[in-house]
T-cell receptor
Framework: GALVYQYPRRTICKSGTSMRMECQAVGFQATSVAWYRQSPQKTFELIALSTVNSAIKYEQNFTQEKFPISHPNLSFSSMTVLNAYLEDRGLYLCGARDRRDTQYFGPGTRLLVL | QQKVQQSPESLIVPEGGMASLNCTSS?????YFWWYRQHSGKSPKMLM?????GEKEEGRFTVHLNKASLHTSLHIRDSQPSDSALYLC????????????FGKGTVLLVSP
């Protein structure tokens, strides 16, 4: 079956430091990967959409300078939160879409910033 | 302004009852709607999607869509305590629905 793994599941970082999270698609080829953030008291916000052979598109309020993303192949994507501060805490979800347009969400990486 | 509005914010129904959740998009470009369920501490899992006007039923879950008003609703009959969760409505403008706009969700509590 198709699965999406995210690592780490939970992480704590000090304010001002950076934290990298990974997303692995298993059982299918992820033609596109979307990264979302669910902040406390907020709904999911799309950070960026990465499609194979296309430039990564960042949504308003999110930048490559703050959230650099790597999507080197059809099964792996990573995103780094640079200079994390309190407002960056939340659940970061990776959503991967296969060639039949079915989307699978990973379990998320929960980021706590101290 | 939130482009996807959900109501009510929270809902309590008795076990065996009917839960009705609403979602409306203010973006006229939206063509696709998705309903997700998120249990506490978990990632959301897709329940149902709907693209065409009308109704779609899967087991205890029924989804309605009115494309003219960009309104969708999710109905859960014979609600169970295990249905207690955050229900998220999401919309997208095309079939590349990786780019989803989520509403804030409805918290459903099914009381035994």
């Amino acid at each position: 079956g198709a699965l999406v793994y995210q690592y780490p599941r939970r992480t704590i970082c000090k304010s001002g430091t950076s934290m990298r999270m990974e997303c692995q698609a298993v059982g299918f080829q992820a033609t596109s990967v979307a990264w979302y953030r669910q902040s406390p008291q907020k709904t999911f916000e799309l950070i960026a959409l990465s499609t194979v052979n296309s430039a990564i598109k960042y949504e308003q309020n999110f930048t490559q300078e703050k959230f650099p993303i790597s999507h080197p192949n059809l099964s792996f994507s990573s995103m780094t939160v640079l200079n994390a501060y309190l407002e960056d805490r939340g659940l970061y979800l990776c959503g991967a879409r296969d060639r039949r347009d079915t989307q699978y969400f990973g379990p998320g990486t929960r980021l706590l910033v101290l | 302004q939130q482009k996807v509005q959900q109501s009510p914010e929270s809902l309590i129904v008795p076990e065996g009852g009917m839960a009705s959740l609403n979602c409306t998009s203010s973006d006229r470009n939206v063509d696709y709607f998705w309903w997700y369920r998120q249990h506490s501490g978990k990632s959301p899992k897709m329940l149902m999607s709907i693209f065409s006007n009308g109704e779609k039923e899967e087991g205890r879950f029924t989804v309605h869509l009115n494309k003219a008003s960009l309104h969708t609703s999710l109905h859960i009959r014979d609600s169970q305590p295990s249905d207690s969760a955050l229900y998220l409505c999401a919309a997208s403008i095309d079939s590349g629905y990786n780019k989803l706009t989520f509403g804030k969700g409805t918290v459903l509590l099914v009381s035994p």
